[in-house]
C-alpha cells in the first residue's frame, strides 16, 4: 500500500486551471513536509514545489505565481491548485514526502492543449 493516492487530474486547454488532490492511505505518524511532482516520460521526475508541515509553500521558477500548494492537517491532505497552464505543464504529478522518502503512487495524468 502507497501512502499517498493522487487524484483530480484531467485534459484542460492552455490557460485553464485543474485543482490536484493528494490524500495520506492511512493515518501519518506525524506531519511532515510534503512535496509535489511531476514527470514527462523520457525525462527525470522533478519536484514542482513542496510545503513545510506548519504551511509554508515554496515553488520553483517554473509554476511560481501560477500554482499553489496548501494542506489540510486535519484531513491528511495537500493540495495543488494549478492556474494558467500552459502545454508544457503536461505531466503524470505525484505527491510524496519533500524529499521523496517514501514509495511513489500512480501519479494523475495532467494533459493541456494548445
Known amino acids: 500500500q502507497v501512502p499517498f493516492v493522487e487524484s483530480g487530474g484531467g485534459l484542460v486547454q492552455a490557460g485553464g486551471s485543474l485543482r490536484l488532490s493528494c490524500a495520506a492511505s492511512?493515518?501519518?505518524?506525524?506531519?511532515?513536509?510534503m512535496g509535489w511532482y511531476r514527470q514527462v516520460p523520457g525525462k527525470q521526475r522533478e519536484r514542482v514545489g513542496f510545503?513545510?508541515?506548519?504551511?509554508?509553500?515554496t515553488y520553483t521558477d517554473a509554476v511560481k505565481g501560477r500554482f499553489t500548494i496548501s494542506r489540510d492537517n486535519t484531513k491528511n491532505t495537500v493540495d495543488l491548485q494549478m492556474n494558467s497552464l500552459k502545454p508544457e505543464d503536461t505531466a503524470v504529478y505525484y505527491c510524496?514526502?519533500?524529499?521523496?522518502?517514501?514509495?511513489w503512487g500512480q501519479g494523475t495524468q495532467v494533459t493541456v492543449s494548445s
Open positions: 510545503i513545510s508541515a506548519r504551511g509554508t509553500p
Open positions: 510524496n514526502t519533500a524529499l521523496g522518502s517514501v514509495p
Open positions: 492511512g493515518r501519518p505518524s506525524r506531519v511532515t513536509a
